[in-house]
């Protein structure tokens, strides 16, 4: 009898000890914007590359099923899913602004107009920059989700409309855009237009029916939302690098092994150089694209550039100031110069 319940006692140690190191498996949502088009929606193709090297790299521990277009919801309701979700159903989210602000408004400070000279300095300034290391842990610290790249979705953002050229601020005068955010809005209005915030699920009825005159966005997601038949005119003004966030619910993240965590931080940096690449490469296509699709493209010259930056930057760095105050605008001002630095030094 004592045998036996030595017995017992050493199988139920095994079992403890063999449940206490297996890595831990999850089958997981990934939600996210945009159509399942690998070849025009770079967040779907981001997905896609994701998913699959998580998956081959923790050999089948970790499993995601994709739900693009916005199938679990707007922006703040697929983050306040990721919050509220637990393991019996993990999420992970690609999220724009308009999801990440209203939890960490301090993520306006990576989106002054004109902060990056070139994609190279941008890729910098979200892959080393101190400003990125504090956003993602103040993230962590307010949130308990992850935040782990910022994915290059697009080329840097272009203005259109449907009425006329916007060829200075001056052409914006009376016009009515959809804004993603305040930040947006802030824009519009230094340019003496009114903005408002339309969700992109309704952007293009908003557009067709007037309710505004244009939007900003990159060439990629003109196509895809099929913008191109309700917007005439394109501005090349590259306003603002356009990127959104991948963030994994902190439950789901730390009940992984530390090799199963390295995979994934290791894959999602992998899936995002290749989005890099892909994404710069297609820009000018699409936007020929769009060319040929009937769109008037301007690309405003040196002096036009900077008299956009001139009105624009302003106003919306006093926005950033009032909304997250003067250190995390000033941290990502320095850390952007030191990035534009770099690139063209080397």
């Known amino acids: 009898m004592v045998r036996s319940k030595g017995l017992s006692r050493l199988l139920l140690t095994l079992v403890l000890v063999a449940v206490a190191v297996a890595p831990a498996s999850a089958s997981v949502k990934l939600c996210y914007n945009g159509p399942a088009d690998e070849a025009n929606n770079a967040v779907h193709a981001f997905a896609l590359n994701f998913k699959r090297l998580v998956e081959e790299g923790t050999e089948g521990r970790i499993t995601f099923d994709l739900y693009p277009d916005s199938q679990l919801g707007t922006e703040e309701e697929r983050m306040e899913l990721l919050l509220r979700s637990g393991m019996n159903q993990p999420l992970v989210n690609v999220a724009s602004f308009a999801g990440v602000a209203p939890l960490f408004p301090e993520i306006y400070a990576s989106s002054v107009p004109f902060l990056f000279d070139s994609y190279e300095a941008a890729h910098l300034f979200f892959d080393e920059s101190r400003y990125w290391k504090k956003a993602q842990e103040t993230f962590r610290s307010r949130t308990g989700a992850v935040l782990l790249e ?39 209005r230094a340019f003496g237009a009114g903005g408002t915030p339309i969700a992109w699920t309704e952007l293009y009825m908003a557009l067709r029916t007037g309710l505004v005159d244009g939007q900003m966005n990159p060439a990629m997601y003109i196509l895809i939302g099929s913008l191109f038949e309700v917007q005439k005119y394109m501005t090349l003004a590259n306003i603002q690098y356009s990127d959104q966030f991948l963030i994994l619910n902190g439950d789901l993240f730390d009940s992984l092994s530390e090799a199963d965590r390295q995979i994934v931080v290791a894959a999602a940096k992998e899936a995002n150089v290749l989005n890099r690449a892909e994404v710069e490469a297609s820009d000018a296509r699409q936007v020929e694209t769009l060319r040929g699709k009937g769109m ?24 950033v100031r009032s909304k997250v105050g003067a250190e995390w605008l000033d941290l990502a001002l320095e850390c952007a110069a030191e990035a534009n630095g770099r690139v063209a030094t080397e």
Do not use: C, H
């Not at 290059?152 to 804004?179: I, V, Y």
């Not at 493209?297 to 760095?317: H, K, N, Q, S």
């Open 150 to 188: 910022a994915v290059e979705e697009g080329g840097f953002l272009a203005f259109t409309n449907s009425k006329r050229p916007l060829r200075s601020p001056d052409d914006f005068k009376g016009l009515k855009f959809r804004a993603m955010d305040e930040g947006q809005i802030a824009i519009y």
């Open 296 to 319: 008037e493209i301007y690309v405003p010259d040196r002096a036009e550039r900077e008299l956009f930056r001139e009105r624009g930057t302003g106003a919306y760095r006093n926005w």
